[in-house]
Antibody
Framework: QITLKESGPTLVKPTQTLTLTCTFS??????????VGWIRQPPGKALEWLAL???????RYSPSLKSRLTITKDTSKNQVVLTMTNMDPVDTATYYC???????????????????WGRGTLVTVSS | QTVVTQEPSLTVSPGGTVTLTCASS?????????PNWFQQKPGQAPRALIY???NKHSWTPARFSGSLLGGKAALTLSGVQPEDEAEYYC?????????FGGGTKLTVL
């Protein structure tokens, strides 16, 4: 059974750096084809993809936020950490992590998806 | 910047059929974008419904189906139930960059 849980501060001040941790179980981030992504959702607004880390340590970032994001993994702890610098009130949102699968065989990729998500953690940016 | 566009809102009667679409600003959506669809109810995390255009997760009700339609990804709900009232999001994968659509609020009335 796959589960994911986000943790981190609920309140950060403008200009501070946010560090969020996704702690997961039921899968290994060293398994080929597996990844963990971060997605956020401001109150009343749409989902926004932030970052993704794959089993082979390949990292991908939203082009619009790339300069502020860093994603890392600790396979032994079953954790993925996202840092976002220079926080602003517009970054107030619920932050989710999700299990991701990239299903490829002999260089041909058949499936790419997020399936299971954490419950999310609300981060408020305010002085 | 790539934009993925969905209908802002749709209304359907219980028992009816409705199709939600997902368009890309780069052109026609193909299977190579691995369209994903998610359902989100108020106060809940998104729940995955469809992946890679038309594949269902083990928990996806049979009344949900995915396809490509007129250059867009599409999610069709057949025999809509009151509990299907929710926000629906599509996702497209652009070879390393992931973009969500703006969401469709589906009202069952």
């Amino acid at each position: 059974q796959i589960t994911l849980k986000e943790s981190g501060p609920t309140l950060v001040k403008p200009t501070q750096t946010l560090t969020l941790t996704c702690t997961f179980s039921g899968f290994s981030l060293s398994t080929s084809g597996v990844g963990v992504g971060w997605i956020r959702q401001p109150p009343g607004k749409a989902l926004e993809w932030l970052a993704l880390i794959y089993w082979d340590d390949d990292k991908r970032y939203s082009p619009s936020l790339k300069s502020r994001l860093t994603i890392t993994k600790d396979t032994s702890k079953n954790q993925v950490v996202l840092t976002m610098t220079n926080m602003d009130p517009v970054d107030t949102a619920t932050y989710y992590c999700a299990h991701q699968v990239f299903d490829c065989t002999n260089g041909v990729c058949y499936n790419w998806y997020f399936d299971l998500w954490g419950r999310g953690t609300l981060v408020t940016v305010s002085s | 910047q790539t934009v993925v566009t969905q209908e802002p809102s749709l209304t359907v009667s219980p028992g009816g059929t409705v199709t939600l679409t997902c368009a890309s600003s780069t052109g026609a959506v193909t299977s190579g974008y691995y369209p994903n669809w998610f359902q989100q109810k108020p106060g809940q995390a998104p729940r995955a419904l469809i992946y890679s255009t038309s594949n269902k997760h083990s928990w996806t009700p049979a009344r949900f189906s995915g396809s490509l339609l007129g250059g867009k990804a599409a999610l069709t709900l057949s025999g809509v139930q009151p509990e299907d009232e929710a926000e629906y999001y599509c996702l497209l994968y652009y070879g390393g960059v992931v973009v969500f659509g703006g969401g469709t609020k589906l009202t069952v009335l």
